[in-house]
């Protein structure tokens, strides 16, 4: 089955500086990788998506990258602010039904 | 347009007790699931349905129950608590495979 592997598992910056979080996945027929972000005792939200015929997606401060070659993709966060402070986890789908395997998660503090 | 709801909030359970968690959507999805998520840690799925009248398991169905007898709703029941069934689930939805999927607020469970 698919393996999801997320990296790092923490990670801090300052304000303003720029965040990016890797996965890396072993099957190399899943086509469609989302990304979540849960705040602290809320429900996971996903804010960006990419599919395999696409090697980048931007919408305002993030981006998605994906790297179908070494089966890799990240998350890039730009002018980090403080409400970005969360956990985000990556995914990927694949299979006949929709099988998705989610990352281990980072947690992301952004310090004012 | 309420998305997907889940009911109760919160529970405490006695060991041993039965209960079933609610979950409903009006955005009708076709594919719904169940995760789990302990403290600190990732999604685990426990069962995932692509439409009514169909479910499977997921990586850890033992000790819960499923159905799906209309689009909307899709509850999940545990028989005969245990306290390693403590955690908070979440129902999610999504209209198709490889699409992101829309988490209800989650069920807090705590069984003593």
């Known amino acids: 089955g698919e393996n999801v592997e997320q990296h790092p598992s923490t990670l801090s910056v300052q304000e303003g500086d720029s965040a990016v979080i890797k996965c890396t996945y072993s099957?190399?027929?899943?086509?469609?990788f989302p990304w979540y972000k849960q705040e602290l005792g809320k429900r996971p939200q996903l804010i960006i998506d990419?599919?395999?015929?696409?090697g980048e997606k931007k919408d305002q401060r993030i981006a998605v990258t994906l790297n179908k070659t070494a089966k890799h993709f990240s998350l890039h966060i730009t002018e980090t602010q403080p409400e970005d402070s969360a956990v985000y986890f990556c995914?990927?789908?694949?299979?006949?039904?929709?099988?998705?395997?989610f990352g281990t998660g980072t947690k992301l503090q952004v310090i004012p | 347009n309420a998305g997907v709801t889940q009911t109760p909030k919160f529970h405490i359970l006695k060991i041993g007790q039965s209960m079933t968690l609610q979950c409903t959507q009006d955005?009708?999805?076709?594919?719904m699931y169940w995760y789990r998520q302990d403290p600190g840690m990732g999604l685990k799925l426990i069962y995932y349905?692509?439409?009514?009248?169909?479910?499977d398991k997921g990586e850890v169905p033992n000790g819960y129950n499923v159905s799906r007898s209309t689009t909307e709703d899709f509850p999940l029941r545990l028989e005969l608590a245990a306290p390693s069934q403590t955690s908070v689930y979440f129902c999610?939805?999504?209209?198709?495979?490889?699409?992101?999927?829309?988490f209800g607020s989650g069920t807090r469970l705590t069984v003593v």
């Open positions: 999610a939805s999504s209209p198709d495979r490889a699409y992101g999927y829309t």
């Open positions: 995914a990927a789908t694949s299979g006949g039904y929709q099988k998705v395997t």
């Open positions: 099957d190399s027929a899943s086509n469609y």
């Open positions: 955005m009708n999805h076709n594919y």
């Open positions: 990419i599919r395999s015929n696409v």
């Open positions: 349905s692509v439409g009514a009248g169909i479910t």
